[in-house]
């Protein structure tokens, strides 16, 4: 090993030909990682823009407050599929939020041990599983044994979603409170119950609200659980009990119909469906991301 | 992770209240039912006693709805496996011929080849967003890119299918599908003509509706490989790309195989777009510019309409959908457990 | 308040490079955003000697090693001033390469750190596979050599296939000593190399240092006075990010020239 090197040139400036490769490689394959970002940024952007030009024109009151018409007349609207997605969704919701929020709960603050494991691996699986299976399931259990196509099967179909989604994101949630929190309020002799009822779930609420907000703009988007269940009516759905369109098997049956009048309709019903996904997401994870920055 | 010990058994005396803290609201007598039912649920070992068994039987229920699903799925396409047994091996799904005919081989190699082909395409991609958002970003442009890459995780599928029948397939039909034949067609992979409703379509356009679910866990991977791990290979004067490659991507080795397999989960489950892009063809295909279908996609297409035989033989296929996920599901999770256990004690 | 600038051995940057000197740190500062956390240290380190870098913690004795071989400015945010001259050439200088430097000025932090999905072997060769070496029987002989100087060779020459991360933790630092002297560094850094160490293994690597200055020069910081006194051969004081004494570690620890160091060096502190 030489010492001394003094005089010359530098030798940590002067890089053989091999460090040169090194480092113009090393350049190269971090240009093709951001490349990768932009690859990935086109469709997002492409499906904004297309969404939007073609969608934002077909916008109007009457689409907004019409029922559909055949589809091969042109006019009418997506009133009745726009009632149905509330409709289906909002009872999804009443049904599929308490039971994910409780079973959520349950692993937080009394699962230990392998019962609780065995739920949360369950829970994980669960929230996986391809949502047109959940759909045959409720096409099994509801629709075959009704009888008929209706809201409560699609809104049972997408309560089974959402359970696993809104399990997870509570425990998250109420892992996230100190356990300071719950000393306080056992110190105050309050029951554990109603520490966990009220102290906890409180503490947790911002991070139930966007678990739930997430959740609800996942079903809102679903369409695969629906297209089995619902029976794509054209009329306002009376109740649970008849069938019923929703905003996705609009944006499914226009996309494919090949009828100009229908395809108008899909892309109003996409950017509906759209500026709602959005909204929720956006506003969440710029909430969560400021939360945490914090 | 298991949940945070909980600070005092469920059936224990909780502390009294101390000489001050008797909180004069809570000892402050109410009138009426509400009340009465208060007061009977303070007494603390029924209210908790409650509580517990209505959150551990929405446990119980989570356990339940996955027993139901796999029971209601096999008790509903049993007959299809009396009345089929080995017709589903055959080489055509066709319910409406003279017979029906009822082979799952090619949906299931429909099914197969989109999400593989999917996952060859995505990865590599959401790997790259990955190292960027981990490795490269600073922190001013980390969280926005986060955010904006995971919105593609936000976009329904239905409008994924709606933006790839009227731009994705008609792009590629017009601007690549030529270019692949004149190039690669002597593989044989890409014969035929090209509608640009077809395999190839249909996993492209899975590959990006994978790139954020993937992309996402493999950045938290990634940042959970220690500064050390880094430091070492700096200190032995590795350029970035070397530090990546020789420290940070071995070490999350396990994680991003987990992310891929989650991401293959994800796309051999997916049903509405790849319905409205690849074409629904219930026949084998050699090219990839072919239509083609997947066992998600018959299902969407067919339950609607169908009955006894057919409605049987749905439900087995569906059970063959099912299986195949769970598999690389538990599989996917398992992998991903690990690692968010090593995390814990890191 | 220590005026730093009395009894430091303050030499003017870059002039003084005698043949025996190997680092010559001259008006070097250093900070992490805007704080500052080393000011102008001065510096002659001299070839194939030992030296030990003692101070509290937080005074920025990992900074200063951190800065020899450019990895300090790797944090965010972290920023360099002045000059570090390394035989006679500033590595700060423009044109420089950081990633030149590193291969020439050997590092070994804390905790032992290994890549765990390579084997003993492997590990000690990733430094001469990023160089381009090949050859398998090249890559043998230079690991034996470095597992050999890092005096672990009798311990793994049977299990060189078996994964680095399972020996015992003095093996895993003798291990990353070896990595490091494989690529033939002429400066070895050691930050707290014994720190997460048993005595056994800590004496282990002591020894190991005093073998090794024979043939390369070794800075290393530690938070022990006891081991600075037993393997180096000049220690410096370092206090609130100021060169307070240099010397020989005999006379830093015997007859200090500042009141500050013969307070820390006699645990009458703070």
Not at chain 1, 109 to 137: H, K, T
Not at chain 2, 13 to 33: I, Y
Not at chain 2, 179 to 188: E, K, S
Not at chain 3, 132 to 138: E, N, P, S
Request: charged share 15%.
């Amino acid at each position: 090993m030489s010492v001394g090197l003094t005089g010359g040139s530098n030798p940590f400036r002067s890089v053989s030909r091999r460090d040169t490769i090194r480092k113009w490689h090393s350049h190269l394959m971090l240009v093709l990682c951001i490349g990768a970002v932009l690859i990935a940024l086109i469709p997002l952007l492409s499906i904004l823009f297309e969404v939007f030009r073609q969608g934002l024109p077909a916008l109007s009151y009457d689409l907004l407050t019409k029922r559909q018409y055949f589809q091969y007349f042109a006019g009418g609207g997506i009133a009745n599929a726009l009632w149905g997605s509330v409709l289906i969704v909002g009872t999804a919701s009443l049904i599929g939020m308490p039971i994910g929020i409780l079973a959520g709960i349950y692993l937080s603050e009394y699962g230990q041990g392998r019962p609780a494991a065995v739920v949360r691996f369950f829970a994980d699986v669960f929230a996986e599983f391809p949502s047109i299976i959940i759909g045959l399931f409720a096409y099994g259990v509801i629709v075959v044994w009704t009888g008929h196509f209706s809201v409560f099967a699609g809104a049972f179909a997408l309560s089974v979603m959402l359970v696993p989604i809104v399990t997870r994101t509570t425990e998250e949630a109420l892992h996230l409170v100190p356990d300071s929190v719950r000393e306080a309020g056992l110190a105050l002799g309050l029951p554990r119950w109603r520490v966990t009822g009220s102290v906890v779930l409180r503490a947790a609420k911002g991070g139930l609200l966007t678990g739930s907000l997430l959740g609800f703009s996942r079903i809102f988007g679903e369409t695969a659980p629906l297209v089995v269940t619902i029976g794509g009516s054209l009329f306002f759905a009376k109740g649970l009990d008849d069938t019923s369109s929703s905003l996705t098997y609009v944006v499914w049956r226009g996309a494919t119909s090949g009828i100009h009048a229908a395809e108008v309709r899909a892309w109003g019903a996409a950017t509906v469906l759209l500026l709602v996904v959005l909204a929720i997401n956006i506003s969440v994870r710029v909430i969560t991301s400021r939360r945490a920055e914090r | 992770m298991d949940g945070p010990t909980p600070i005092f058994p469920t059936d224990a005396p909780p502390p009294s209240g101390g000489p001050l803290g008797s909180s004069a609201q809570e000892g402050s007598p109410r009138k009426g039912l509400r009340g009465l039912l208060l007061r009977a649920l303070r007494g603390r070992r029924l209210g908790d006693l409650v509580f517990v068994n209505l959150t551990r039987s929405a446990a119980v229920v989570v356990v339940g709805l996955v027993v139901g699903i796999v029971a209601s799925l096999m008790i509903s396409g049993k007959p299809a496996f009396e009345a089929i047994g080995s017709g589903f091996l055959g080489p055509e799904w066709l319910p409406g011929g003279q017979p029906p005919r009822y082979g799952a081989l090619p949906l299931v190699w429909g099914t197969l080849v989109t999400a593989g082909l999917a996952l060859l395409l995505g990865v590599p991609v959401a790997f790259g967003i990955a190292i960027v958002l981990s490795e490269l970003a600073p922190p001013v442009v980390r969280t926005p890119l986060s955010i904006v890459i995971e919105l593609l995780a936000a976009i329904p599928s239905v409008v994924y299918g709606l933006w790839g029948i009227f731009i994705l397939a008609p792009f590629l039909r017009d601007s690549v599908y030529p270019g692949l034949q004149a190039t690669w067609g002597w593989t044989g992979l890409f014969g035929g003509a090209a509608s640009g409703y077809s395999v190839l379509t249909a996993a492209i356009l899975l590959a990006i509706m994978i790139i954020p679910t993937v992309s996402a866990i493999s950045r938290e991977v990634l940042r959970a490989v220690p500064v050390a791990q880094r430091e070492a290979a700096l200190a032995l004067g590795a350029t970035p790309w070397e530090v990546v490659r020789m420290a940070v991507l071995p070490y999350g080795r396990s994680g991003l195989f987990g992310a891929s397999v989650l991401g293959l989960a994800r796309a051999i489950g997916e049903t509405m777009a790849v319905t409205m892009v690849i074409g629904n063809r219930n026949a084998f295909f050699s090219s990839l510019l072919q239509p083609a279908n997947t066992i998600p996609s018959v299902l969407a297409n067919e339950v609607f309409e169908a009955s006894g035989t057919h409605l049987s033989a749905l439900f087995a296929l569906g059970i063959i959908l099912f299986l195949v996920a769970l598999t690389i599901n538990i599989f996917a999770q398992l992998l991903l457990l690990r690692l968010r256990r090593r995390g814990a004690h890191a | 308040m220590v005026d730093p600038a009395v009894g430091a051995r303050r030499t003017a940057p870059a002039l003084r490079e005698t043949p025996s000197t190997k680092v010559a740190i001259g008006g070097l500062r250093a900070w992490f955003g805007s704080k500052q956390v080393l000011s102008d240290i001065d510096l002659d380190l001299p070839a194939l000697r030992a030296i030990a870098i003692i101070g509290p913690s937080g005074c920025g004795k990992s900074t200063l090693i951190r800065t020899v071989n450019r990895m300090h400015e790797l944090v965010r945010g972290a920023r360099v001033e002045g000059r570090v001259v390394v035989d006679g050439h500033d590595i700060y200088a423009p044109g420089v390469d950081a990633v030149a430097v590193r291969r020439r000025i050997g590092m070994v932090f804390q905790k032992p750190n290994p890549f765990p999905t390579m084997s003993v072997g492997g590990n000690v060769a990733a430094g001469l596979r990023l160089n381009g070496v090949r050859d398998r029987a090249v890559l043998d002989a230079a690991v034996e050599k470095a597992l050999r100087q890092a005096a672990l060779w009798d311990e793994v020459k049977d299990g060189l296939d078996q994964p680095g991360v399972a020996l015992s933790g003095g093996q895993q630092q003798r291990l990353c000593i070896a990595r490091a002297l494989a690529v033939g560094p002429e400066v070895l850094l050691l930050d707290e190399p014994c720190s997460a160490l048993d005595p056994i293994a800590t004496s282990k690597i002591e020894d190991l240092i005093t073998e090794l200055k024979e043939r390369l020069t070794i800075i290393m910081v530690t938070h022990n006075m006891q081991q600075a006194a037993r393997v180096a051969d000049y220690t410096a004081f370092l206090y609130l990010g100021k060169l307070i004494e240099f010397d020989r570690t005999r006379r830093i620890f015997e007859t200090p020239t500042q009141e500050l160091t013969e307070k820390y060096v006699t645990g009458r502190f703070g």
